[in-house]
Nanobody
C-alpha cells in the first residue's frame, strides 16, 4: 500500500519559518516528480512547489517564490518544503503528492498519490 505522510505543520507567527516533510512508503518515488499543494479557506487546491526526480528542476507558485524551497532525498524517499518569512495568507492544509510523469507537473490532476495533509497556521 502506497502512503505519503506529511509532518511539520503547526501554528507559527508571521515572519517565522517551518519545515514540512513528506515520507513515502510502499513504493519508491526516486524516479518521479513530487510536489506540494495547499488548500486554504477557499475551495481551490493551490499549487505551491514541485521538484523533478533528480532535484535539478524546481517550480514555485509566484506567491511563495523566494520564501519557500522544495527539496528531496531519494535515498530516504522523502520530500521537504522549507517555508520562510511566513505570512497569514500561507495558512492552509499542505499536501504532498507524487506524479507518475516524465515532466514536472504543476497541475493537481497530474498527481496520482496524495498524503492526508498537515495544517499550517500563520498568526498575524
Amino acid at each position: 500500500q502506497v502512503q505519503l505522510v506529511e509532518s511539520g505543520g503547526e501554528l507559527v507567527q508571521a515572519g517565522g519559518s517551518l519545515r514540512l516533510s513528506c515520507a513515502a512508503s510502499g513504493r519508491t518515488f526516486s524516479r518521479d516528480p513530487m510536489g506540494w499543494f495547499r488548500q486554504g479557506p477557499g475551495p481551490d487546491l493551490e499549487f505551491v512547489a514541485a521538484i523533478s526526480w533528480s532535484g535539478t528542476v524546481t517550480y514555485y507558485a509566484d506567491s511563495v517564490k523566494g520564501r519557500f524551497t522544495i527539496s528531496r532525498d531519494n535515498a530516504r524517499n522523502t520530500v521537504s518544503l522549507q517555508m520562510n518569512s511566513l505570512k497569514p495568507e500561507d495558512t492552509a492544509v499542505y499536501y504532498c503528492a507524487a506524479a507518475i510523469s516524465t515532466g514536472v507537473p504543476r497541475e493537481s490532476y497530474a498527481y496520482e498519490y496524495w498524503g492526508q495533509g498537515t495544517q499550517v497556521t500563520v498568526s498575524s
